[in-house]
C-alpha cells in the first residue's frame, strides 16, 4: 500500500512552469531518494508534498498521503498533518532554528501542538526524543539554546522535532549538504535508522547521487520539472535508460587527466606557520586569551604542481588562505612566494600578489552587481605598474574570456546574465588575466551541480597546462581533490597531519584522521561502461 | 548575564564621564561672559568681579568642573543666572511635565505601531498591508506640529473635550495633568508610530523569511501562529533600538510641541537659557538629558539580553 503518491502533479509559479506532470509513490517503510541538478524541481515537489508553497503557487493533480488528498484539504487539516503525520528537515541546520527559543522548548512544540498533554509530559517526550537522535540529556539538555550546538547537533534537533509524533513520513530536503563528510555519514545513518525502525517512509531530496546511491531503496531522478526515470536503485544504477541519468552519473565520478606535472623548485614556501585569534577576556582585567587557529603549518608548493588542501570546517584552511593571500598577518612563520614574503610591513605584498590570485566558492557573492564583466574582471589590473590601456585592455579582456570558454562580447553584460557555471568562468577569468604562477581555488567547485562542476574541472586541467599555473585547491570534497591535483594536505585542528602524492594518500592513508576521512566520504559505486 | 550588564553598566559610567567633560570643555569656549551679560554694557569693573566671584566664575577651570560634577552627584546643581533660583528645582519642575509626555507618547506610539506594524507584515502586499503602509508614509511626511494644530482646531476648538494648551499641574491628581498632555502626546506620538510601524513590519518581514519559520510551518504551525510564536521575538531588536533613540528625542525634542501648546517643558527652558545666557542651566539640563540618554541606550542593552540569548552568552 503506498504511503505517498504523486500523482500527475503539475506546478506553476505566477505562471511560470515549475513542475510537470510528476507522478511516483513512496511506500511506507521506504526510502526514496528524489535526485536531479539545481532548477529540476525536487525541492518544490517537496513543499508541495508538504503543502508549503510559496504564494502565487497553483498546482494540479493529486497528492494522496494514505487515503486523504492533500490538494483538497483545508488549511487547518493540514496544519494537523504537518509535523504530525508528515515531518520535514531542512538543509540549513545553521538557520532552520529560532535562536530565541530552547532546544527543548523547540522539539515539545510540535508534540504540545498535535495532543493534548501538560507541557512536563510533552518535555519529558522532547528529551526521549533527543536522546534517541543522538543527544543524550546529560550532555544536552533542554535548556540548550541552538547557538550552543554544532552544525550536526542542530541538524539532529531538526531531525528531532521532525520525528517527535512519529510521523508516516519524513521528507528530508539536503539534510547533509551543508554538513562536513563525518557528520554526513552519521546523519545518513541517523535517518535510515529512524525510518527503518519506525518503518517511516523516508523522502531524501539530493543532488549528490552518492549519499544516496547505498541508503536508497528507490531513485528518482529529476530534469526541468519532470521525472526522467525510476526504479530501485540497483536496478536504476545498472540499467541507466535515460541519457541524463547517464550524464549525472558520469559527471558526478568525473575524473580528469592531469597534465604531467612538470615540477621545478619551490614557488610557494611556507614554514611553521601560526595564526592566532584573540578570545574574550574572562576576567574584567584579565589578559585576553588566544586561539591558535593554524598551528605551525609548513609546506611547499612547486612551481607547476596542482596542492590540494582538505579538511573539514572550523579546521583553518580559511584561515591559511587568508594568512598565504597575505591578508593577514600570522604570529609566527614565514610564507613567501618565489622567495618574496606575501605581507610586508603591515599590508599585503602587491609586488607578490599579481603573481597569486584566487578563486572563491560563491559564484553569486562574489561579484559587484553593479559593475560589467569587463570591469570586473580587470580589476587585478590595479597590482600592475604600468596596465595594459586602450587596445592591449580590451586584447587582455578578449583572451581572458575566450580562455575561460565565454565570448569577448559577454564583456559588456552585468552577473546577473550568466549561470552560477558561467559566473566561476569569469571568477576565473579575472584570475587568469594577469597571468599570475599560481591561482587558490578557495572551494571553487563546491557550490556548482556536478554536470557544471565536471565542465569547470576540464577547463582548469585545460588552463594550468596552456598558462603554465600552479594550483593551490582547497576544498573538503574529497573527490574532486582527488581529481585535480598532484599532491594533497590534510588538516584537522589548525595541523597538518598528513601530506603526499594524492593517490599514495587516498588509497593508503597513514593517519587516523584520514582515514575517517575517506571512509566517510560517500562513494558511487564502481559501473561498468561509463566514462565522463 | 550578571557579566553582560555590569559591563554595559561599566561602558555607561565611562560614557557619562566623557559626555560631561565635552559639555563642560563646549560651553567653556562659547563666547560670552554671563557676569558681563547679566549687568549690562556699562557695568563697573568692581561689580562685575563681584558678581563673578559669587557665580563662582573666578575660579581655574579644572576647579570648577569639579565642582559642577560634584554638586550634580548631591543634586545642587547651581544656580540659575537669570532666574537667581536653583537649577535643580527649575530642571524638577519641568521633568514633571517632561518626563510623563515623553512617556505618554511613547507608550501611545508603540500601542498604535507594534498592532500595525504586526497587522501590515502579516498581509503582505494585500491591501491591509498597502493601506498601513499609505498611513504610516503620512506620519512620517507630515511634520507632528501640523498634527498639533489639526488636533487643536478638532478636539480643543470644535469638540472642546481638551484644552487648547497650558499644563493643569499635578496637584489635582494625575487626571487633570494627564487630559492636558494628551493632545501634545498624540501629536508627538503619531510621527513616531508611523516610524516605528515601519520598521516592526520590515524586521518582522526579514524574520518571517528565516528558515526557521519554514520549520515552524513543517511542524504544523499556522502562518499566524509561526508569526506570533517565532516571529515577533526575533524583530525585537531593531524595534527596541528604535524605541531607545525615540524616548531620547522625545524627552527633549518636543520643544516645538511644548511650545504650540504652552507647555513649561525641559524643551524649553533650556531654549530659553540659550537665549537667556544662562550657561549654568544650559550645562545641567544637557547633562541630565545626556544621562538619560544613555541611561535608556543602557535599558536597551539589558532589553536586548532579555530578547535573544545569543548576547547574553557574548561577553
Redesign the interface.
Known amino acids: 500500500m503506498n504511503l505517498l503518491s504523486l500523482n500527475n502533479l503539475s506546478l506553476s509559479i505566477h505562471n511560470f512552469q515549475i513542475l510537470k506532470g510528476v507522478t511516483f509513490d513512496i511506500a511506507a517503510g521506504e526510502i526514496v531518494a528524489v535526485t536531479g541538478e539545481s532548477g529540476s524541481g525536487k525541492s518544490m515537489t517537496a513543499l508541495a508534498a508538504?503543502q508549503?508553497l510559496p504564494?502565487g503557487a497553483e498546482t494540479t493533480g493529486h497528492i494522496t498521503l494514505g487515503d486523504q488528498d492533500l490538494t483538497t484539504l483545508t488549511?487547518?487539516q493540514l496544519?494537523?498533518?504537518?509535523?504530525?503525520e508528515i515531518?520535514?528537515v531542512?538543509q540549513?541546520p545553521m538557520?532552520?532554528?529560532?535562536?530565541?527559543?530552547t532546544i527543548g522548548n523547540q522539539v515539545a512544540?510540535?508534540i504540545l501542538?498535535?495532543e493534548r498533554t501538560s507541557k512536563a509530559e510533552a518535555g519529558k517526550r522532547a528529551a526521549e526524543t533527543l536522546t534517541r537522535v543522538g543527544l543524550p540529556q546529560d550532555r544536552f539538555p533542554l535548556s540548550r539554546?541552538p547557538?550552543?550546538l554544532s552544525g550536526g547537533q542542530r541538524q539532529r534537533v531538526?531531525i528531532a522535532?521532525?520525528i517527535a509524533r512519529h510521523p508516516r513520513l519524513l521528507i528530508a530536503d539536503e539534510p547533509t549538504t551543508a554538513l562536513d563528510v563525518t557528520t554526513q555519514a552519521q546523519i545518513l545513518d541517523l535517518l535510515t535508522r529512524l525510518a527503518r525502525e519506525d518503518g517511516m517512509g523516508l523522502m531524501m531530496i539530493t543532488h549528490d547521487l552518492a549519499v544516496v546511491a547505498d541508503m536508497a531503496d528507490r531513485i528518482i531522478v529529476m530534469r526541468n520539472g519532470e521525472v526522467v526515470e525510476q526504479g530501485e536503485t540497483k536496478t536504476l544504477l545498472r540499467e541507466m535508460h535515460h541519457p541524463y541519468t547517464r550524464m549525472l552519473f558520469a559527471a558526478s565520478s568525473h575524473k580528469v587527466t592531469l597534465p604531467e606535472s612538470r615540477a621545478t623548485g619551490p614557488l610557494l614556501e611556507v614554514k611553521g606557520v601560526c595564526r592566532d585569534y584573540r578570545t574574550?577576556?574572562t576576567t574584567?582585567f584579565g589578559q585576553p586569551g588566544h586561539f591558535r587557529a593554524v598551528n605551525n603549518v609548513s609546506f611547499t608548493l612547486n612551481r607547476g604542481e596542482r596542492l590540494g588542501l582538505v579538511g573539514e570546517s572550523g579546521c583553518g584552511k580559511s584561515t591559511l588562505t587568508r594568512a598565504l593571500l597575505g591578508l593577514e598577518q600570522v604570529q609566527k612563520g614565514t610564507i613567501t612566494l618565489a622567495g618574496e614574503p606575501v605581507f610586508t610591513g603591515n599590508k599585503p605584498n602587491l609586488a607578490v600578489r599579481r603573481h597569486m590570485q584566487v578563486v572563491f566558492q560563491d559564484p553569486f557573492g562574489s561579484f559587484n552587481p553593479r559593475h560589467r564583466v569587463a570591469r570586473q574582471i580587470t580589476e587585478p589590473f590595479h597590482l600592475l605598474d604600468d596596465p595594459p590601456t586602450g587596445a592591449a585592455r580590451q586584447k587582455a579582456i578578449d583572451e581572458a574570456l575566450t580562455a575561460v570558454g565565454l565570448k569577448p562580447s559577454d564583456a559588456n553584460k552585468y552577473v546577473h546574465e550568466f549561470s552560477g557555471g558561467q559566473r566561476q568562468r569569469i571568477a576565473i577569468a579575472r584570475a587568469l588575466i594577469i597571468r599570475p604562477d599560481l591561482i587558490l581555488f578557495d572551494e571553487a567547485v563546491s557550490a556548482l551541480d556536478v554536470s557544471v562542476r565536471a565542465q569547470i574541472l576540464d577547463l582548469l586541467v585545460d588552463l594550468c597546462a596552456a598558462y603554465d599555473l600552479s594550483y593551490l585547491f582547497i576544498s573538503h570534497d574529497l573527490s574532486v581533490v582527488r581529481t585535480i591535483t598532484d599532491r594533497v594536505l590534510v588538516m584537522k585542528s589548525g595541523e597538518i597531519v598528513e601530506q603526499g602524492a594524492t593517490e599514495d594518500v587516498f588509497t593508503a592513508p597513514q593517519h587516523p584522521y584520514t582515514k575517517t576521512l575517506i571512509e566517510a566520504a560517500p562513494v558511487l559505486p564502481e559501473i561498468q561502461g561509463l566514462t565522463a | 548575564m550578571l557579566r553582560y550588564s555590569?559591563k554595559r553598566l561599566?561602558s555607561l559610567v565611562i560614557s557619562l564621564a566623557v559626555a560631561s567633560l565635552v559639555i563642560f570643555a563646549v560651553i567653556e569656549v562659547a563666547p560670552g561672559d554671563p557676569a558681563s551679560f547679566m549687568l549690562g554694557m556699562n557695568a563697573q569693573p568692581e561689580t562685575l568681579a563681584a558678581l563673578r566671584s559669587e557665580l563662582g566664575l573666578d575660579v581655574s577651570k579644572p576647579e570648577r568642573y569639579l565642582a559642577w560634577i560634584g554638586g550634580m552627584l548631591t543634586g545642587d546643581f547651581g544656580t540659575s543666572y537669570t532666574y537667581r533660583t536653583p537649577v535643580a528645582e527649575m530642571v524638577t519642575q519641568r521633568l514633571w511635565v517632561s518626563l510623563p509626555l515623553a512617556l505618554y507618547a511613547l507608550t501611545l506610539s508603540t500601542l498604535i505601531a507594534f498592532p500595525a506594524g504586526i497587522y501590515a507584515a502579516a498581509r503582505r502586499?494585500r491591501a491591509g498591508d498597502i493601506g498601513v503602509m499609505g498611513a504610516t508614509q503620512l506620519g512620517v511626511a507630515v511634520p507632528n506640529f501640523w498634527f498639533a494644530m489639526m488636533l487643536v482646531l478638532l478636539f480643543a476648538i470644535k469638540l472642546r473635550w481638551f484644552s487648547a494648551g497650558g499644563f493643569a499641574g499635578w496637584q489635582d491628581g494625575p487626571w487633570p495633568a494627564l487630559r492636558s498632555l494628551t493632545l501634545p502626546a498624540v501629536a508627538l506620538a503619531l510621527p513616531q508610530a508611523a516610524i516605528l510601524a515601519r520598521v516592526m513590519r520590515s524586521a518582522l518581514l526579514d524574520v518571517l523569511g528565516?528558515?526557521?519559520i519554514?520549520?515552524?510551518?513543517?511542524?504544523?504551525?499556522?502562518a499566524r501562529q509561526a508569526l506570533w510564536?517565532?516571529g515577533l521575538?526575533?524583530a525585537m531588536i531593531p524595534v527596541l533600538t528604535i524605541i531607545g533613540l525615540q524616548f531620547s528625542f522625545l524627552l527633549a525634542g518636543g520643544i516645538i510641541i511644548e511650545q504650540v501648546f504652552y507647555l513649561p517643558g525641559l524643551g524649553r527652558l533650556i531654549f530659553q537659557s540659550i537665549s537667556a545666557r544662562d550657561l549654568i542651566v544650559v550645562e545641567s539640563v544637557t547633562m541630565l538629558l545626556v544621562f538619560a540618554v544613555i541611561f535608556v541606550n543602557f535599558a536597551v542593552d539589558l532589553a536586548y539580553a532579555a530578547?535573544?540569548?545569543?548576547l547574553r552568552?557574548?561577553?
Do not use: Y
Open positions: 508538504m508549503l504564494q488549511e487547518s496544519c494537523g498533518i504537518r509535523g504530525n515531518g520535514m531542512f540549513e538557520t532552520a532554528l529560532n535562536p530565541v527559543k512544540e510540535t501542538l498535535h539554546f547557538h550552543e531538526v522535532m521532525a574574550p577576556r574584567f | 555590569l561599566l502586499g528565516e528558515d526557521f519554514r520549520t515552524a510551518r513543517a511542524k504544523g504551525l499556522t510564536r517565532h521575538r526575533n530578547v535573544d540569548p545569543r552568552a557574548r561577553t
